[in-house]
């Protein structure tokens, strides 16, 4: 069965404190993984999309990374306006070597960093 | 900014009552997804649709029904609300890009959801 886990649940940081989350994935043939962010009340915003096992993404303070079993969203001197949850999904290999439609999502990790 | 819009933001219902989420997008996207996401919990696939007439129940069973008469629509309804409904209900949409030559899948795009609450 396709599975998405994420590590920790919670993570506190001082603001500059530099961390690491991580997705591991259990899928029938990876498709694409996606890394999107999660203010409370709000829907997911899109951080980056990683096809293929050392595939690299970088955008301000954070950068995606992505190994055969897992992703790390590394986040560097990190701010409080970094607090939010972020949450892994991933795209499995279908029928007829295409696609699913199915997003898969993992609970998420929900980020604070104090000042 | 993804154009997929969610109405109502906010619903407060009664016990009993029909009621219809919207959820429209823009972008042309052939597949879209409803999924539900109590406060601090994971997000959990109820519905999604690859195209126009094609629905498919999703991996957290529902008492809610969808339909895809067109594609920038996708409407969720509750027969008869309950308040084990109350709930965050999220609509996203994902289309077809080009990566090296190769169709792919984009990214899914989110609305800012319906908090519904049955009283």
């Known amino acids: 069965e396709d599975q998405v886990t994420q590590s920790p649940e919670a993570l506190r940081l001082q603001e500059g404190e530099s961390s690491s989350l991580n997705c591991s994935y259990t899928?029938?043939?990876?498709?694409?993984l996606f890394w999107y962010r999660q203010d409370p009340g709000k829907g997911p915003e899109f951080l980056f999309t990683l096809y293929s096992a050392g595939e690299e993404k970088e955008k301000e303070r954070l950068k995606a990374t992505l190994t055969k079993k897992e992703s790390f969203l590394h986040i560097t001197a990190p701010k409080p306006e970094d607090s939010a949850t972020y949450l892994c999904a991933v795209q499995a290999l279908g029928g007829y070597g295409g696609a699913t439609n199915k997003l898969i999502f993992g609970t998420g990790t929900l980020l604070a960093v104090q000042p | 900014e993804a154009d997929i819009y969610q109405t109502p933001r906010y619903l407060v219902i009664g016990t009993g009552k029909k009621i219809t989420l919207e959820c429209s997008q823009t972008m042309g996207h052939d597949k879209m997804y409803w999924y539900q996401q109590d406060p601090g919990m994971e997000l959990h696939l109820i519905h999604y649709s690859y195209g126009v007439n094609s629905t498919e129940k999703g991996d957290l069973s529902s008492e809610s029904t969808v339909s895809r008469i067109r594609t920038e629509h996708f409407p969720l309804t509750l027969e008869s609300a309950r308040p084990s409904h109350t709930s965050q209900y999220l609509c996203a949409s994902m289309g077809l890009g080009d990566r090296e030559g190769l169709l792919m899948n984009t990214e899914a795009f989110f609305g800012q959801g319906t908090r519904l609450t049955v009283v």
């Open positions: 899928v029938s043939g990876l498709r694409g």
